[in-house]
């Protein structure tokens, strides 16, 4: 067995850049994952907020080689790579080992419902077989607002029971906190690392015993939230918490990977940033305007990020 | 434009057979849809009841080229060809045109949802002008219990409006008469053709100015489908819809998916059709057992299907 860093700590689940082809656009990619770790926050590239799953398996190599080729430190990434069909989660997954990623983060295939866990078991199994690499880390991905495939505490104790050293952790996205207690209850203790999918948990998240946060808003607000994780134990830590609220609930207010992509492209003033691939659409231009006006009232900068 | 002939009638959503390793079977697959045929059941490949969402992009184009090749008629195929990406969806659109299938099956995307009705129009609008052929006959697939991304009369009649020649129809397996007749009234006159995801509803449907069915049952009594949709307008109907109907029953009983695959296996004596990929798993003995006697008390048989 490799002796392989956990990761920990804050990540993005970096919105992806699209031409006016709605192709993936590497070098606005490659830029935004850079100033990203110029934050201190790592890239869990390829999540919901990625619009990864309008991204075929191909283009999604693509960008990943891209990001390794421009000198970006792979440790950093936890790529999504859990698919519908087992093939494609085999052949991501299996590329993200195979360039050196710090773990992946794995949806349960996703089309069928009311799946049973013995199904769910299998289909994570027979990914980690597959691979066949000591050096694979898996967080399995809990999102059933979106997925609608919940992950079960009698899954995960399967998994970790068969899979101790490639299960390495979660990312809870339920919004359920008493979820997310019961999985750091059940399997932290043991190293199991669970990330919550908001910053809104992060501080309850580092005092039950948690590893950090994948969130939405570390795309926007990074240097904030990567703040709070470096010094949750210190005075002050809920006063941060607060400020980190605040700026979130302003995008919750909008749909929130459009408004992403929209407050990026206002401070790094550059409006291709505001492009989505359908079925998703941008912000209208007032909504947009709204986004960036609240924000600006609260006094809201994106520190460092470049116009081009 | 081209004249292409409308497909109509009774298709089966075709389960793809998996070898020991869970790869497709070719083999398997095709003397399967050969079967089909000589039943007179279309060729609905990759529908849900496929695990169509369980292969790669790579694995589908394989299987069709595979009919193709073994001579089977591609006007006989709708193939399911909507995947969460969109460049998934226009590459394997594009090949099932290029190949001539009569129409092809299109679900959303559905990873995100309570996406709106424009961000689903340009989802559906761009593989239609990416794939750019006359030829292109899409069937916009409804299934909100599996895809929760449904398809409203709203943005139907807009895509009807904008691509009258490439929106042939729709499959509606909402299991909702009120919606299906919704959509037939609205739409059906102007030669929108309305397949029912049921043979429940069949009767209901031809009744009704539908064009067919779709459906999982049609892959083990497809003659019987078949002659109810030949006959609907003759004496007796109701009665065929009683006796169909009562085999579907038996089948709901049972996780339909493992349940067709398990009455293929036995009836063909060939106990590999029993496979399928995770997350779905094959009923248990005890399951199979108790199927195929429910259906033997009812004299269900599927004639012509040659044991391998």
Chains 1, 2 share one sequence.
């Not at 019961?182 to 399997?187: K, R, T």
């Not at 994780?229 to 210190?234: A, I, K, L």
Request: proline share 6%; with cysteine.
């Amino acid at each position: 067995m490799t002796n392989v860093p956990r990761m920990a700590g804050v990540l993005a689940p970096v919105v992806t850049p699209f031409g006016a082809d709605l192709a993936p656009d590497p070098e606005r990619f490659v830029r935004q994952c850079r100033w990203l770790l110029s934050q201190n926050v790592g890239l869990a590239i390829f999540g919901t907020n990625s619009e990864a799953n309008s991204l075929s398996v191909d283009e999604k190599i693509e960008l990943i080689d891209r990001l390794v080729a421009a000198g970006l430190d792979p440790t950093r990434m936890m790529p999504g790579t859990g698919c519908c069909a087992l093939t494609d989660s085999v052949r991501l997954t299996a590329h993200a080992v195979k360039v050196g990623c710090g773990g992946v983060l794995m949806l349960p295939p996703f089309y069928y419902k009311g799946v049973s866990d013995e199904g769910l078991f299998r289909s994570f199994a027979e990914v980690i077989e597959r691979v066949g690499d000591a050096r694979l880390r898996v967080y399995v991905y809990h999102i059933p607002p979106v997925s609608h495939v919940p992950i079960t505490l009698k899954l995960m104790e399967r998994l970790l029971d068969r899979y101790p050293a490639q299960v390495a952790g979660m990312k809870d996205s339920g919004g359920d906190w008493g979820n997310t207690k019961a999985f750091l209850d059940a399997f932290a203790s043991a190293g199991f690392d669970v990330f919550v999918g908001s910053e809104t948990y992060l501080l309850r998240n580092m005092r039950s015993g948690g590893a950090g946060c994948v969130s939405a808003t570390a795309n926007v607000n990074p240097g904030a939230i990567g703040r709070l994780y470096d010094t949750w134990r210190n005075e002050g830590a809920d006063a941060q918490q607060g400020r980190l609220d605040a700026i979130r609930d302003v995008f919750q207010k909008f749909p929130m990977i459009p408004a992403l992509k929209a407050a990026i492209a206002h401070h790094a003033r550059d409006g291709g940033w505001a492009t989505l691939r359908p079925p998703l659409v941008a912000l209208t231009a007032a909504q947009a305007s709204a986004l960036t006006g609240k924000l600006e009232a609260l006094g809201f900068t994106m520190p460092g990020l470049d116009p081009c």
